[in-house]
């Protein structure tokens, strides 16, 4: 039977705050056993541990039968068709600097296709949702992205990877997005920049290499919000390769970052 939307809403809000409380409670231990992971640069704490273990053991307390895909765990298959995309603590460097922008997020894929996503900022108190067809919410109160026309007004959120080589290629964007913009931020939680595409908070957002717990939850939240989206080749969105925009600029920027070689991190360095 197919699993009702409402129920898997509530299940991954509840889930994720929780464990966006236990983080907040937690930020007194900062830097208690962190270690690195993809690189020097990629810190991973107890805390996201400890985060995951939590989400986990709620979903398979209520849901058994259900696949997973953790940051830190890793996969565990299901039987039920539904697969739980988890990302404990997106924003690890800002937590650990103390920084109040990070979240959990919860992405829930019915037959592999997007259905719910919850994202929860616990450091700034707000909670993003959105079901497929049902809209996107912060706070429960609907959410739509900018009304943004002029690529020239538009601010535009990114993020960079953490191998040095692949931030040596994100950079040469830079000078070809900066003079056409308003300004660039770099937020270091991409679940929630792409929840504050969905709010107006930023008119665009992209990112080269990132997972599919980065994005799992937000994408379905920005574009049930409006957001238009595509791979940074021009092709469909996937989660390493990600750009999303308000429609009114979502041409121009696009064209833009293709023009550039916003894709070309994903490909081997020559
Ligand atoms: C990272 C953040 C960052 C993005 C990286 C992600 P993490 O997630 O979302 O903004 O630029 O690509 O890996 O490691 O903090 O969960």
């Not at 039968?65 to 460097?93: C, H, K, N, Q």
Request: with cysteine; proline share 6%; net charge negative.
């Amino acid at each position: 039977m197919r699993p009702d939307p409402s129920e898997l809403l509530e299940l991954a809000g509840r889930v994720a705050r929780e464990a966006g409380e236990m983080l907040r409670a937690g930020i007194g231990h900062l830097r208690i056993d962190v270690t690195t992971k993809t690189s020097g640069t990629d810190m991973v704490s107890e805390m996201d541990r400890a985060s995951e273990a939590l989400i986990v053991e709620g979903i398979l307390a209520a849901r058994p039968d259900d696949a997973i895909l953790g940051e830190e765990t890793g996969s565990r298959d299901g039987t039920s068709g539904v697969r739980w995309v988890i990302d404990p603590l997106d924003g690890t460097t800002n937590y650990l600097y103390r920084h109040p922008i990070w979240a959990v997020s919860v992405g829930v894929e019915v037959d592999g296709r997007a259905e719910v996503g919850v994202v929860v900022a616990a450091g700034l108190g707000e909670v993003f949702t959105a079901t497929r067809g049902g809209g996107a919410w912060l706070d429960g109160a609907p959410i739509s992205v900018s009304g943004a026309t002029d690529l020239a007004g538009a601010l535009v959120g990114t993020g960079f990877g953490y191998a040095a080589s692949r931030r040596g290629r994100q950079a040469v964007v830079l000078p070809h997005l900066l003079p056409a913009v308003r300004d660039i931020r770099r937020n270091g939680v991409a679940s929630l920049d792409l929840c504050w595409v969905a709010c107006g908070r930023l008119d665009g957002y992209f990112e080269a290499g990132g997972q599919p717990w980065d994005v799992a939850a937000g994408l379905l939240i920005a574009t049930e919000a409006g957001a238009s989206a595509a791979g940074l080749d021009g092709g469909p969105v996937v989660p390493e390769s990600v750009m999303v925009a308000a429609p009114g600029v979502a041409p121009a920027l696009f064209a833009l970052l293709v023009g550039a070689g916003a894709d070309e991190p994903l490909k081997p360095p020559h």
